[in-house]
Structures are given as C-alpha cells and as structure tokens.
C-alpha cells in the first residue's frame, strides 16, 4: 500500500508542470511522509455543479495546474462533441494565489485544442466574466475564483454559452471527458495563440450596469465599502461614480486585492468579525449604509445603522435585503417572474402574490435561479441577488450594491430608511424570521451521519411546534429535482437541512413566520421570532446529534 502510494506520487510529480507543486510534493515523497501522501491521493477532486474548489497544493485532491490543465481538457473535449470546435471560451480570475496561473493554463489548452479562447484583462468580478459570455457570443465560460473560501483554497467554476453555470447533466458530462484525459503531456498547451482581452468588455459591464436604475432616481445615499481583499473596488467605485452617487468611503484595510486575506478569518460578510473593519470605518463616516462584496464580488452585503445593538450597526441578513430589492421594485412598477432558492424567505412569495407577480422556488444556487423562464428577480439568502438577468444571468454584487443604493435614496428623501421599509413588510405579511444553523467539520462523516440520523429519526415538534411534514428531498419532489435535504415544515415555520456545496459545512436555514397586528405589536413579535428560532436551532441540533 505504501509503495504504491509513493508510485503514484512519483507518477504525479514526473508531469506536474508547476515548480512550486513539484517542489512540494518532492519533499512528502523524500520525508517519506505517507499520512499527508494519502489525504492527497486518495481519490480526486470532484468536478460537480460548483466545477472544482479545493485547497491548494500538489495532488490530485488539491487545486495545482495538473488538475487545471485536465478539467480545461476535459471542458475542451465536451465542448467539441457539443459541436461547438472553433467557438470561444471566456476567462476570467480572481486575485487569489494562481488563479492567473490557472486562467493562462485553461486558455492554452483551449486554444491547443481547436477553440478560441479569450482572457479578460486583469483580476475582475465575477459577474463581468458572466456578462462577457453572452456580450461576446461565446460558447463557455470559466471563471478562477474560491469566492469567499479561506485563503489556502482555489476553484474553478464553469458556465456554458447560456451565461448561466452548468447543471446536470452537463456536469457530470464534463466530469466524464475529465476523467477520460489521458497523460498531460498528451495535452496541446500552445505558449500563445489566445487573446487578452482590453478594457471595452468591462466598460460594456459597466454601461450595462445604469440598467438596473431607474430614470432620474434619487442617488443621495452616502455608503462605506469592504471589498473584503477582493477584487470589488475599482468596478464598484466605478460603477457609482457613473450613476451619480457619491463616492463610497472604502475600508482602506480591504480595499486592494490581497490573497492572504490578512484582516479576516474568513473573507465572507457573513463570518463573525468579518465587518469589524467596516463597522468601525462606519462609526467614523457616518453614512447611511454600508455595503460590502465578498472577494470576487458576486455577492453583496448590507449593514444599517442600529442604536439598539453594540457598536451601532447591524448587519441585514441576506433574506431582508432580497425582500427590500424585491419590495423597490414592485414599487418600480417591473414585471416578470421572482424567482429564490428553497431555503430561502417564503417572504418572497408573499411580495410578489400581492403584486400580481410569477415566482418560483428551485433547488439551491444561481445555476438553477438564472434558468427560471421569464425571469426579472431572484435571490439567495446567502447574500446572492440577481437584479440584472438579461445583462448578467447569475448573482452580481456590483448591480446589487446599485439598486440597494438607489432603495436608500429614495427612503432618504422621504426621511425615512430600510429598516423601515422591513417593518412596512412585516406589518404587510407577517414577521419572517430567518436564521441559519451552521456546523463547519474536519470530517465529512460527521454530516452524513446527521443526515442519517434525521432520516431515520425526523423530529416530531422543534421549539414545541409539530412538525406537520417531513419531506426527503433526495427523492425529488413535483416541483424539484432530487438534492441532498430535508425539508420540515412546522406550524408557523420551516427548516431545510443540507450539506454545503462548496465548503465542509452542514447547513440547517430556520424560519418562523409571526403574525404582527400593528406597529407597536411588532417588538413582541421580533422578540417571539427570536425566541422560536433559537428554540428550533437547540431542538434540531439534538436531534441531528451535533
């Protein structure tokens, strides 16, 4: 076992292209060092419906160029047997470490390949690689970024021409042509023949960008920006100067893209202590709100001004602020269909039923919110708000900051802000209340044996309400394709248990509905949501057994 463990590394390292990989994974064969060996040879990193993300390193279960260079490969020969030799792949990339490494490698097998490929021009947003695919007819698109995952990690997201990410069963189609690639010596990797791309594309993005305003609309809301050491600031900056607000006070200590991530644990707006540095930047500006992307900006946070809670600022959950855009624009007068994933706000359903509204609820993530027919809004409640869908066909923090932007002004000028807007909606449909019970592991068993337990053992009540159903979601529903959840509904709330997609989490998202009569009922209501949603969050994790 342990000599083939130390052949297949040898194997690995004689066609690893990258020094820095090679030097690592030299040393571990040298020291001998079989435990690290085998946590990086043990299988391969799975090409899935989010493409690659993993840490960084040398191995097939880590992210490198050798398995960069397979996945483009494999990407190439989809494309080809989709008919598509000769058409263009886009690529963009984030600023964390090799991610540029990673986007000159796919374009090199691309164009070894027979496609065209065409890099964007420096470290950009997601979203302007989305909006690129479709504003320059191509067949794909590849995106190099982790998101918002810790510094050590990379991952490589694909879309196809649609502008949209793909979905069964273009992934494992694509998983399959992965695996079939052969030696990587075998893979054509030209030093040139691709083209950088300039400065128009992203300008194109930001002209696009107006879109999401109305004509003449208040732009008077003054706002403090994180880019989180992302790569968010010069095209959000850039974005709000041509619309006319004012100009963003920024985070100076996360404004420039940084890979080490060195002011956060974690560089989500969602984390503990991830605002910290905005809150204080905050407490000095006095704006009306703060905004905030994650490091490839296609996410979007929001903190209002809040005497009530230590420091004066609060963070809005995902879920009140996709109400708040999609409240505007009702009130702007849109059409078409509202679209969020299951585990988010039913609140959504409500807002666009009173306003004579479609809506619809798919499984979780964009690659399915951007394939709903028809659609004009949807959302996630991790932070995720599509407000653009003709321009950009997947969640874009830039447009998202713009509409959350103009929503402030417009309250500005009637004296009035979002936490008010969110009572108006309260008192319209009831106090939704959302939380999220999270659980990050070492070791993945631990959340399949919690999805076992609550297969075989569903809770009968949580917080003292009966749970009414009790629907596994990997069987699929009328409405849903199957996925790994469950979905408890309970008198007055709903629970949805699932592992993360991307991160080594098991994730449970809460919500309790309370009826509210009047303004002055709504302290008692907020204080009895908060009340339940802590009582759910004790009695699920119990019976999950973690």
Known sequence: ???????????????????????????????????????????????????????????????????????????????????????????????????EEFARDTAAVMTGAGLRAAVLPRPLPTPVLAYAIRHLGAVAGVEVTASHNPPRDNGY????????QI??????????????????????????????????????????????????????????????HGVGTSVLTAAFERAGFPEPVLVAEQAEPDPAFPTVAFPNPEEPGAMDLAFATARRAAPDLI???????????????????????????????GALLAAHLVERGVNGVFAESIVSS???????????????ETLTGFKWIARVDGLRYGYEEALG???????????????????VAELASVLKEQGRTLPDLLDDLALAHGLHATDQLSVRVEDLTVIADAMARLREQPPTALAGLA????????????????????????????????????????????????????????????????????????????AAGI
């Open 1 to 99: 076992m342990q000599h083939d463990l130390i052949a297949q590394a040898r194997t690995w390292l004689a066609e690893d292209p990258d020094p820095e990989t090679r030097d690592e994974l030299g040393a571990l064969i040298e020291a001998g060092d079989t435990d690290e060996l085998a946590a990086r040879f043990a299988g391969t990193l799975q090409f899935g419906t989010a493409g690659l993300r993993g840490e960084l390193g040398a191995g097939p279960l880590r992210m490198n160029r050798s398995v960069v260079i397979r996945a483009a490969a494999g990407l190439a020969a989809y494309l080809k047997a989709q008919g598509q030799d000769g058409g263009l792949v886009v690529i963009g990339y984030d600023a964390r470490y090799k991610s």
């Open 385 to 403: 708000y599509c407000v653009d869908p003709e321009g950009v066909r997947d969640k874009d923090g830039i447009t998202a900051a713009l509409l």
């Open 167 to 228: 979905v069964p069963p273009a992934d494992g189609e694509i998983a399959a042509a992965i695996a079939a690639v052969g030696p990587l010596a075998d893979v054509a990797r030209p030093e040139d023949g691709w083209e950088t791309l300039g400065e128009e594309v992203l300008a194109a993005y930001l002209a696009r960008t107006d879109a999401v305003l109305a004509a003449g609309s208040p732009r008077t809301a003054r706002t403090v920006y994180t880019a989180m």
């Open 346 to 360: 039913s609140l959504l359903g409500r807002i666009a039923e009173k306003a004579g509204l479609g809506y619809e």
């Open 467 to 542: 749970v009414t159903s009790a629907e596994d979601l990997s069987r699929g529903t009328a409405a849903l394709p199957p996925t790994d959840g469950l979905r408890y509904q309970l008198e007055g709330a709903r629970v949805i248990v699932r592992p993360s997609g991307t991160e080594p989490k098991l994730k449970c998202y809460l919500e309790v509905v309370v009826p509210v009569a009047d303004t002055a009922a709504l302290p008692a209501a907020r204080a009895r949501g908060a009340e339940l949603l802590a009582g759910i969050k004790r009695d699920l994790a119990a």
């Open 291 to 321: 905004i905030a992307n994650d490091p490839d900006a296609d996410r979007c946070a929001v903190a209002v001004p809040d005497p009530s809670v230590e420091g004066g600022w609060r963070m809005l959950r995902g879920d009140e602020v």
């Open 157 to 164: 997201k694909v879309y196809l021409g649609d502008g949209s």
